[in-house]
């Protein structure tokens, strides 16, 4: 495998479900990031993790929970989720933050459908 | 709240036609990066701008960064079908923040055979 890889590529929940999404980096790259892509908005970034640290948490509701146990992977974890977050969930990755983000190294994403 | 707008947001020509699309802000970005994004999977940077009037080419496509650093444009000679998908324009504030990228909507192209 390589660059980065993004499991599951679709999966449909309901609002009182728990899953998880997770995302896995072969570029070696320090930083690691999730997106939320909603039909006609921008992409909206939601957690930055650098060397397993979150720096970035953009207001984003408790339901959706980040961990992210080595450089290489970061997971998203799900509850009590809403139909409002059904979404493309996108991880991406870059060699630091180095001041600016750099090259951002995108996965496939997630189809998230919340029934 | 920073904001990038992108136009135009849908753009149908036939295979053959030269085609600009724009990225508009009224911030200042440390640098610019367009990305293309096709159904199903997830953006792929083309390219990075980092100084004001830069103007760099990828094969039929040429991107510039305006003299302010507050926008950008992407220029496609002779489009061809593979050409077809999302475009997306990121701005970096830079200076050692952790603001990510902003981005902006996207042109949703495609280019008819």
């Known amino acids: 495998e390589t660059g980065v890889t993004q499991t599951p590529r679709h999966l449909v929940m309901g609002m009182t479900n728990k899953k998880s999404l997770k995302c896995e980096q072969h570029l070696g790259h320090n930083a690691m990031y999730w997106y939320k892509q909603s039909a006609k908005k921008p992409l909206e970034l939601m957690f930055v993790y650098n060397f397993k640290e979150q720096t970035e948490n953009n207001s984003v509701p408790s339901r959706f929970s980040p961990e992210c146990p080595n450089s290489s992977h970061l997971f998203l974890h799900l509850h009590t989720l809403q139909p409002e977050d059904s979404a493309l969930y996108l991880c991406?990755?870059?060699?630091?933050?180095?001041?600016?983000?750099?090259?951002?190294?995108f996965g496939p994403g997630t189809r998230l459908t919340v029934l | 709240t920073q904001l990038l707008e992108q136009s135009p947001q849908f753009l149908s020509i036939q295979e053959g036609e030269n085609l600009t699309v724009y990225c508009n802000s009224s911030?200042?970005?440390?640098?610019l990066q367009w990305y293309r994004q096709e159904p199903g999977e997830g953006p792929v940077l083309l390219v990075t701008?980092?100084?004001?009037?830069e103007v760099k080419k990828l094969k039929r496509l040429t991107f510039q960064f305006g003299d302010a650093r507050k926008d950008s444009s992407l220029h496609i000679t002779a489009a061809q079908p593979g050409d077809t998908g999302l475009y997306l324009c990121?701005?970096?504030?830079?200076?050692?923040?952790?603001?990510?990228?902003?981005f902006g909507k996207g042109t949703h192209l495609i280019i008819q055979p």
């Open positions: 991406a990755s870059s060699q630091g933050l180095a001041g600016a983000y750099g090259a951002q190294y």
């Open positions: 990121a701005g970096e504030r830079g200076g050692g923040g952790a603001d990510g990228l902003t």
């Open positions: 701008v980092v100084t004001g009037g």
């Open positions: 911030s200042v970005f440390s640098s």
